[in-house]
């Protein structure tokens, strides 16, 4: 299996990414932002829960990220990888997250960190929530407490994997091609190197 985590803060452009690296190279895309959303709009009680969170901008709890995470490869044994997308986003997740690549005898391959300044990041999201049906796009001081849980609680989830050199940064403005050809270049890189 070869699975990457796309990191990097709300508006960062994971989404947009994920869709293209997804069918290029076969992985399963695991977004948990998606997956919430799906919960919410299927009114199940996990989506009555985390949406109390995301409302305000916070994250949604550990453990109910954690499951729905474990549910989801329980539906996807077959996968030839994942990429994971919005997860994970706390450093109790990143441990989840190997124990349960451990039982499938894989790991992380690469963690491709997109750097975007934190005022292109508003203007994105505010942009994005004119047309995606949002509604944490729509609040602009929603979407600045989206961006002080990333710097308080996500941030630093790229050290737990640096420690591991697992971590690549790539630049993360400019246009959709250009940013796609260099996450490309990093991942071919990391492919030759674990075949
Ligand atoms: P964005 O990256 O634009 O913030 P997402 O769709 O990834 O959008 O996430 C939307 C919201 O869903 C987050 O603000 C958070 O409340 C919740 N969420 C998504 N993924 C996680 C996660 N791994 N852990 C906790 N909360 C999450």
Known sequence: MFNLILFGPPGSGKGTQ???LIEKYGLIHLSTGNLLREEIANKTALGLEAKSFMDKGQLVPDEVVIGMVGSFFDKH???KGFLFDGFPRTNAQAEALDKLLTFKNTSIA????LQVSEEELVKRLLGR????GRSDDTNETVIRARIVEYNVKTAAV???YKQFDKVEDI???GSVDDIL???CQSIDARMSKVA
Do not use: I, M, P, Q
């Not at 690469?110 to 960190?113: I, K, Y």
């Not at 929530?129 to 995606?132: A, H, K, N, Q, V």
């Open 171 to 173: 630049a993360g403005e």
């Open 129 to 132: 929530g004119l047309t995606s």
């Open 158 to 160: 790229a050290d737990y």
């Open 181 to 183: 050809a260099s996450l």
């Open 110 to 113: 690469v963690v491709l960190a």
């Open 18 to 20: 994920s869709e293209k």
């Open 77 to 79: 044994k077959d996968a």
